[in-house]
Nanobody, 117 residues
């Protein structure tokens, strides 16, 4: 059974930081590309950051220079370090594990991030 479990969300003031974690089980983590997406109320889910199995990364323009995605294959965990948070970063953040050749696509349950004073 595949599970992706996000943690680390919460309430933070503007300018603050949070670190999200995504712990994976039931998959060979190292061969999956990992992504973080967010979805604000009334809006579509959007890509925030992505890291390939080889370690290449890409970011949404809105978070470049503020967020950093990383992975620890030994711990089967992906991370999203979020700095200089803004109110517009408020959303539910979802972890995704993808392997295109295997046609596998898995999602976590999401973790709420609220940026407010």
């Amino acid at each position: 059974q595949v599970q992706l479990v996000e943690s680390g969300g919460g309430l933070v003031q503007p300018g603050g930081s949070l670190r999200l974690s995504c712990a994976a089980s039931g998959i060979l983590f190292s061969i999956y590309d990992m992504g973080w997406y967010h979805q604000a109320p009334g809006k579509q889910r959007e890509l925030v950051a992505y890291i390939t199995s080889g370690g290449s990364t890409k970011y949404a323009d809105s978070v470049k220079g503020r967020f950093t995605i990383s992975r620890d294959n030994a711990k089967n965990t992906a991370y999203l370090q979020m700095n200089s948070l803004k109110p517009e970063d408020t959303a539910v953040y979802y972890c995704n594990a993808e392997n295109l050749p295997l046609a596998h696509d898995y999602w976590g349950q999401g973790t709420q991030v609220t940026v407010s004073s």
